[in-house]
């Protein structure tokens, strides 16, 4: 049997019931409650790295502009592999893989531009020291001097 209990409020205007938690009471608000917390995961499900991919796709759309693939194409093939799989790490809902290969790629694309202008720098460099020696050969030449 089950006891109610009446409470009144201060002013007497309402009452207020309480009965004690039946076992069927119990496994209704224990499924409630599951059905809550499961709810919320799916609701917190991770949500895909589109601003990492967005990184990514504009390292290696600023990496062949700036002509890599004829100094660094190694880094820029990395870059696009694992970009394509970071994709494909979307598509099958892993979003930690996904973002993980989307930095990579950016980091990879951000290298082979950095490893570009190193090497345009020492192509520039090379250049320039031609030139040097060309106008003291020319100093030499008219002058007579040794430089």
Same mark, same amino acid.
């Given at each position: 049997?089950?006891?109610?209990?009446?409470?009144?409020?201060?002013?007497?205007?309402?009452?207020?019931?309480?009965?004690?938690?039946?076992?069927?009471?119990?496994?209704?608000?224990?499924?409630?409650?599951?059905?809550?917390? *499961?709810?919320?995961?799916?609701?917190?499900?991770?949500?895909?790295?589109?601003?990492?991919?967005?990184?990514? !796709?504009?390292?290696?759309? !600023?990496?062949?502009?700036?002509?890599?693939?004829?100094?660094?194409?190694? !880094?820029?093939?990395?870059?696009?592999?694992?970009?394509?799989?970071?994709?494909?790490?979307?598509?099958? !809902?892993? *979003?930690?893989?996904?973002?993980?290969?989307?930095?990579?790629?950016?980091?990879?694309?951000?290298?082979?531009?950095?490893?570009?202008?190193?090497?345009?720098?020492?192509?520039?460099?090379?250049?320039?020291?031609?030139?040097?020696?060309?106008?003291?050969?020319?100093?030499?030449?008219?002058?007579?001097?040794?430089?």
């Amino acid at each position: 049997m089950i006891q109610t209990v009446q409470l009144s409020t201060v002013r007497g205007e309402s009452n207020l019931s309480l009965r004690p938690v039946t076992a069927t009471t119990a496994r209704f608000m224990g499924s409630a409650v599951a059905g809550l917390l *499961m709810l919320a995961a799916c609701a917190s499900a991770q949500a895909p790295p589109s601003a990492d991919i967005q990184a990514a !796709e504009q390292a290696i759309v !600023e990496a062949n502009r700036s002509d890599v693939a004829d100094y660094s194409s190694d !880094e820029l093939d990395n870059a696009r592999e694992k970009l394509t799989a970071a994709i494909s790490a979307v598509q099958s !809902e892993n *979003m930690d893989k996904a973002q993980r290969l989307a930095q990579q790629s950016r980091v990879d694309a951000q290298l082979a531009s950095a490893r570009a202008e190193v090497a345009k720098a020492e192509s520039d460099n090379q250049e320039m020291q031609k030139s040097i020696d060309m106008l003291k050969l020319e100093i030499q030449r008219i002058t007579g001097e040794k430089i």
